[in-house]
C-alpha cells in the first residue's frame, strides 16, 4: 500500500484572510482505506517545515503569505501535494500627502501630491480628492508613494484614500491645503472725477487690477520716466494716488504698473497710459484779464499824459 497511496491533498479554510484572522490548514490522502497504515506528514512553506503534523493552525501575519505544500511519507515512499497560495492581508495604514511646498504654487503651475501608505499589503488603490471630487485613481505595486499632478487656478484642498485586499474599508489621509497665487492681471489706470482738471482743484489717479493675490506693490509713473513719483504695497486690487491741489506742472501723461509675488518687477505687467489736463479756474482767468486790462489802461494814461506834457512843451 505504500507505494499505491494518493498524492495527499492539503486544504485551507481560506485562501485571503486578513491579518490577525486564523490560518488553518490540514492534510489528507483521499481514499485511504480504514485500517491502512498511518503515514508521516510535514506541511511547508515553501522550503520551511512549520508543521509536523497534518494539521497546521496560527494567527495570520503579513509573512504567513506565500505557497503551502503538504509532504506525505510511509517507509520510504514520499509524496507532495499540490501547492496552496495563501495570502495574509495588511491593514493599510493612514495614508500621508504632501507636495513639495518649500516654494509658492502660482496659478497654472503644475505641482505634484504624493499620497503614500507605508504599511499595507499591494496592490494598493490609491484616489485623489479635489474639492471631495476624484481627480485621478492609481493602483501601486509597492509602498511607494503615489504620484499625481494637478494644475489649481485657487486655493484648493487635496485628499487621498487608500485601499487593498483588507476588508477594512479604505483609509482617507488628513487634508491638504494648497495655497494659489494669482500673478498680476490686466492693469488699469483711471482718474476720478474728470480728465481735465481746474488749477487748485484735486487729481485722483487710480490704479487697478482685475486679478492679483495681495500684498500687490502699485508704482505711479510719468510717461518718459523711469522712476515712480508714487509706490505703495497693499492687499487690496487698487491703489489711490491723491493730489489736493493741481497746477500746470501736474500736466502730462501718467500710466502706472503692479506687481506682486508671482510677477518679477521687470515684468510688472503695464496700463494704458492717461493724459491729464490742466485749465486755469475763471476766477483766475478773470483775474488775469483784469491786471491785463488795467495795464494796457496804465499804458494808454501813461502814453497820453506823455503826448500832453510833450505838448506843453512845444508851445
Partial sequence: FSELFSKPKLESS???????????????????????????????KENTIVSESPNFTRIASA????????????GKVVKRSSGVQITVCEMLSKPRIFYDSSSEVIKGQTITVNCQSINGTPP?????LKANNILESRDMNSNEP????????KDVEYQCT??????????????????????VDEVKL????????????????????????GPITFRFYREKETSPFYQITSNDTQAIWHKSKASKEHEGQYYCTASNRANRVKSSPQSNVLTVRVFLAPWIKGLIAVFVIGVIIAILVLGARCYVLKKAKGK
Fill in 63 to 74: 509573512r504567513d503569505s506565500g505557497t503551502y505544500t503538504c509532504n506525505a511519507s510511509m
Fill in 14 to 44: 481560506t485562501t485571503r484572510l486578513d491579518q490577525g484572522e486564523s490560518l488553518n490548514l490540514w492534510c489528507s490522502i483521499p481514499g485511504a482505506p480504514p485500517g491502512a497504515p498511518p503515514a508521516n506528514f510535514t506541511i511547508q
Fill in 190 to 213: 483711471s482718474i476720478l472725477l474728470n480728465q481735465d482738471v481746474e488749477s487748485g482743484k484735486a487729481v485722483v489717479l487710480r490704479c487697478s487690477v482685475n486679478e492679483a493675490s
Fill in 146 to 153: 503615489a504620484v499625481f499632478k494637478d494644475s489649481p487656478t
Fill in 162 to 183: 487608500v485601499d487593498n485586499c483588507h476588508s477594512h474599508t479604505e483609509m482617507v489621509s488628513e487634508v491638504l491645503r494648497v495655497k494659489v497665487i494669482a500673478p
Fill in 124 to 128: 494598493i488603490s490609491y484616489h485623489l
